[in-house]
């Protein structure tokens, strides 16, 4: 099961990847950016998972005395939050940019931009 999250993940990534350098339209590069972002965060919960072990509650179900053996890290679990709450301000800011790109030009192919190009 975690072979094939990690799997999807990269695959994910690969394809945000891909889709960011060869598109020329902003709003599919924002699309792109936002898959790869959401392959990250796979592989990093992928990776931070163990098998046989139980979440980190204490109490019923895993005793304060055998805890460091028997719950999982919840550092991964912590950063992948950090990561979706962080990507989705990010891709707010892109959309946003696009936004106030296409007011001013009226168009979206990135191409066409070229003011700060030397």
């Known amino acids: 099961m975690v072979y094939v999250a990690m799997t999807i993940g990269f695959v994910l990534i690969l394809m945000g990847l891909y889709?960011?350098?060869t598109n020329r339209n902003i709003l599919r590069i924002t699309i792109s950016f936002t898959i790869a972002s959401t392959g990250t965060n796979l592989v990093?919960?992928?990776?931070g998972y163990m098998p046989g072990r139980a979440a980190p509650i204490l109490g019923g179900v895993v005793d304060a005395a055998t805890a460091a053996a028997r719950i999982i890290d919840p550092v991964p679990q912590a950063l992948v939050l950090t990561a979706i709450v962080i990507g989705l301000g990010v891709t707010a800011?892109?959309?946003?940019?696009?936004?106030?790109?296409?007011e001013t030009k009226r168009t979206l192919d990135i191409s066409k931009y070229t003011d700060l190009k030397w």
């Open 44 to 47: 990093l919960v992928a990776a």
């Open 19 to 21: 889709g960011a350098l």
């Open 93 to 102: 800011l892109m959309l946003t940019y696009a936004y106030k790109l296409y």
